[in-house]
């Protein structure tokens, strides 16, 4: 059984365009109804902000590969100078059930995490013709970089401009050196939001405040999920999500939305919808709002993708039976 590191991970690296197009079959074996994904559980005690997800799938298809990851999030962490989201990942063969490898994945989430908003952004690009693109993130963590990378890579000479909005002034030798003269670190979130052609929430905010009209066209992409106020549904012609049964619940924007403003799961289109079925090929000058709350099969294709390309490497410890 294989074992793999925060450092093996970064050694194999990230390729953004492989990354997405794994999220890409995924959601073709989702279609094709050849996965098992139940909702998954959150383990809460004392601080009941705190909460550890077990995130079990079998992934067809090329993928093949069942697992588990088991995520902690405790926001508070950031104040011990820890990262707020700690999580392991096992891979099991598909056919037998043996173990195969375990994953330190708390990068492998970020990964998986930006992918899958990439696979998104690569079907609005599709759509918006625009010579140059602005770009807005709120929250620069790990997520809001893995984003920034990601995006960039997407975009190329497309990106005009970023503005990144953080309630901690954001660390400029965070951002690559190719990037600095693109970024501008804004003081408020409205400066983030307001001129973006697509907009990312990387935030652990507990309740929303975005509350104004967006930019014609633009892509709103609610990664952090309690972003958005509820009235923001009159904005959005298109909510996308992926996954209704796990993202109408635990308090998300969809949540209050369903609960408030009568959203409905007809009322959405889903990653099946979007990238299967091309639901959204009139919207170039719509807004579209996609909404996350993580689904274990694209978890269990991300760590599946690193463990074949450590082996491939000879990246990696193998442990002892």
Known sequence: MYYLSKSDLLHIGINWE??????????????????????????RYRDVTNRIIAMPAFVGG?????????????????????????????????DTGVPACIINTSHVSAV????????????????????????????????GQQHLDMISTLLGSRLHQVNIYDLKQ?????????????V??????????????????CTVSKKPYINKVPKKGS?????????YVPEFINYANHIVV?????????????????????????????????????KLQNAAEEVVMFNPMGMAVF??????????KAKAAGVGTVLAD
Not at 67 to 83: L, M, T, Y
Not at 117 to 138: A, D, M, P, S
Not at 247 to 256: L, Q
Request: aromatic share 8%.
């Open 242 to 278: 992926d996954d209704w049964e796990e993202v109408c619940r635990e308090n998300t924007d969809i949540e209050v939305m369903h609960k408030t403003k009568g959203l409905t799961k007809s009322g959405t289109l889903s990653l099946v919808d979007i990238i299967c079925g091309d």
């Open 184 to 201: 501008n670190i804004v003081d408020t979130w409205e400066e983030a939001f307001e001129q973006a052609d697509i907009l990312m929430t």
């Open 112 to 143: 998986r995490t930006a992918a899958v908003t990439g696979l998104v952004v690569k079907e609005y690009l599709q759509r918006n013709r625009q010579e140059k693109l602005t770009v807005g993130i709120i929250g620069f963590g790990p997520i």
């Open 62 to 94: 090329k993928v093949s590969f069942s697992g588990i990851k088991w995520i902690a999030s405790f926001p508070d962490n950031i104040r011990r100078n820890i990262p707020r989201a700690n999580s392991v990942t096992i891979l099991n063969d598909a």
């Open 219 to 227: 892509l709103q992409l609610n990664i952090s999920l309690r972003d």
């Open 299 to 308: 978890d269990i294709a991300t760590a599946a993708y690193f463990y074949e």
């Open 18 to 43: 492989e990354m997405i197009e794994k999220i890409k079959e995924t959601v073709y074996t989702l279609k094709d109804g050849d996965f098992a994904q139940p909702i998954k559980p959150y383990l």
């Open 170 to 182: 954001p660390d400029r030798s965070l951002i690559p050196a190719a990037l600095q003269e693109k």
